[in-house]
């Protein structure tokens, strides 16, 4: 199997969020980068589990300019075997798809993983949109892959439940929880990614659909209200009559 | 001009966030001029489309031969829609259907989209979109560049209206090609005849504050008599105490209910990343300084073996004069 994994930068799950410049650009002072965490620990796992089953390579990719670099060093690290990086600022989501969807036309991939979402942005979109400019299956939120040849069995998340589908490759997912276990990568792992083939492709011309134009903070809670735990009661009746939630 | 409402249903049942979703298109029509108008399909009873029209619908269309959810189907069915009808705003609800079937559509008909919308586009300059980013933590103010757009609302955030009305009930039916995806098994949501936790207005979660599995029991019956279903922290679900869709927060799913009661449970961030969208959170837990309370509306700081069925007795109570 060939097969092409997305990885994209996402700021530490632990990071404060703050906004500068008029709150028109997030505060990158001080905030750790990580791989999205979609990406590494379901989509990138997995894809390495299939090929150490089966044999083939995973490749992985990412629109970005030389700061995500040892973000990709990383998913070598975990175990990809080589990467991409497309060779410009990740715009909106149908730029980043249109960018990957072109790479893996051209590379004839079997199939391309990638996270359900990011934890910055959460659109869970370019999975989506990668699939239709290629004119491939999408199949979303998927906790489970298994191939019998280049046959796949696949459930996904869907409203109310789960659904098992088969799907020939090439196809298009998106990685849910379920989907592989996160790897921790060993002294091994990281002194062989420093190695690694590490491609910078020039990006095609996409269009952006969308743009940020500001970003906001949500308003601050105000202090929790105790309520004494040998007077309960007081809780059902703030929630009653003040919260009016019950 | 028209908005087009996704109106999402399984087994023939039109799923709750649709109705908000409606709600939603037949504001922006009004603001836009025009008019709302929604795109179903499954066996569902004409009666209940009809009764769309209470939240704005002027007509609904309906292809009943698809029955099944696959995204790419789906994208084709509301493009066709979309261009039967002149609708260049296409709304969706951010759940596990929209999130497969919006950005297919986004591209293509190369209409920007904003996932995961919490407010009414702001028209004022552009078509702004305030949506959710960084897992809840923040907003972001999205303008769409295109001529067509789809917005995927957050369930629960701009909430529905009844204006009254009956929607226009029309057969509907589109090229749809044939799918390269065969769907073997659906299985609904184990939720032992609960309520499935996306849907849920209340919610009871637990964490290790409980010690171990076999004290969930409390848990379970006050979710019960409350009309609650149940979630938990990531620790309780990693090490198997609890089913892993039980699992809410940044890695697991966000879930925005009315009311959020998290027992047991520190509050760390990435827990908060999932549950930060509920109404009203209230956190019971022996730790003071245990970080959810600096999120929470209402906090009981006490042991949860003795708070719990104190709480139980109470909703009982309150039940029985309500």
């Not at chain 1, 975990?78 to 149908?94: F, L, Q």
């Not at chain 1, 869907?158 to 490759?169: F, N, Y």
């Not at chain 2, 209340?202 to 504050?209: D, E, I, P």
């Not at chain 2, 309370?293 to 029985?320: H, R, S, T």
Request: charged share 25%; glycine share 8%.
């Amino acid at each position: 199997m060939k097969i092409l994994v997305g990885i994209s930068k996402a700021p530490d799950t632990t990071t404060k969020i703050k906004f500068t410049n008029d709150n028109k650009e997030f505060d990158e002072s001080g905030v750790q980068y990580i791989v999205n965490p979609y990406d590494e620990w379901y989509a990138l796992v997995r894809g390495i589990e299939v090929k150490e089953a089966q044999g083939g390579s995973v490749t992985t990719i990412t629109v970005g300019k030389e700061d995500v670099d040892p973000i990709i060093r990383k998913a070598l690290a975990v175990g990809a075997d080589d990467a991409v990086r497309i060779d410009s600022e990740p715009k909106d989501a149908y730029h980043v798809a249109s960018q990957i969807a072109n790479y893996a036309k051209e590379n004839d991939y079997d199939m391309v993983l990638l996270g359900k979402e990011t934890i910055n942005y959460n659109g869970s979109q370019v999975g989506g949109m990668v699939a239709e400019i290629m004119d491939l299956p999408y199949i979303s939120n998927a906790s489970k892959m298994d191939l019998d040849g280049n046959k796949a069995t696949i459930v996904r998340d869907i409203q109310g439940g789960k659904e098992t589908l088969e799907v020939e490759t090439p196809f298009v997912l998106s990685a849910a929880k379920g989907m592989a276990e996160q790897r921790i990568p060993n002294m091994r792992g990281i002194m062989a990614a420093r190695s690694k083939k590490l491609e910078v492709v020039e990006p095609v011309d996409a269009e952006e659909l969308t743009e940020v134009v500001s970003y906001a903070l949500p308003p601050e809670k105000g202090d929790v209200k105790l309520v004494d735990p040998e007077n309960v009661e007081e809780l059902v009746e703030l929630l009653h009559k003040e919260a009016k939630v019950i | 001009m028209a908005v087009l409402a996704f109106v999402d249903t399984q087994e023939g049942k039109i799923s709750k966030s649709s109705y908000e979703v409606v709600s939603y298109a037949a504001k922006v029509a009004d603001k836009e001029g025009g008019e709302a108008v929604a795109i179903t399909y499954g066996d569902v009873d004409n009666g209940d489309l009809e009764a769309l029209g209470k939240y704005g619908a002027k007509k609904v269309l309906v292809n009943k031969s698809v029955t099944n959810m696959l995204p790419t189907k789906l994208a084709k069915l509301t493009a066709a829609a979309a261009e039967q009808e002149g609708a260049d705003i296409i709304v969706f609800a951010q759940d596990f259907t929209g999130k497969s079937v919006a950005p297919i559509l986004s591209a293509k008909l190369k209409a920007g989209l904003v996932s995961g919308a919490v407010d009414y586009p702001d028209t004022s300059d552009g078509f702004v979109v305030k949506k959710n980013v960084f897992s809840g933590k923040a907003f972001a103010m999205y303008k769409v560049n295109t001529e067509k757009k789809v917005i995927s609302i957050l369930p629960n955030s701009v909430g529905k209206e009844e204006v009254g009305g009956t929607a226009q009930v029309e057969e509907f039916s589109a090229d749809l090609g044939d799918s390269r995806i065969t769907v073997t098994n659906v299985e609904k949501a184990n939720t032992d005849g609960g309520i499935p936790l996306t849907e849920a207005d209340l919610v009871v979660s637990a964490g290790r504050g409980l010690k171990g599995p076999e004290n969930w029991g409390m848990i379970e019956e006050f979710a019960k008599n409350l009309g609650a279903a149940t979630a938990c922290s990531r620790p309780v679900s990693d090490v198997g105490w609890r089913p892993h869709h039980e699992h809410v927060g940044q890695t697991g799913i966000a879930i925005r209910p009315n009311l959020y009661i998290a027992v047991g449970i520190s509050g760390a961030i990435q827990h908060l990343a999932g549950v930060n969208g509920s109404k009203v959170i209230v956190v019971i837990n022996t730790d003071p300084e245990a970080p959810f309370f600096k999120a929470a509306d209402y906090g009981i700081v006490g042991d949860a073996f003795e708070v719990v069925p104190k709480l139980n007795k109470a909703i009982e109570a309150f039940q029985a004069e309500n």
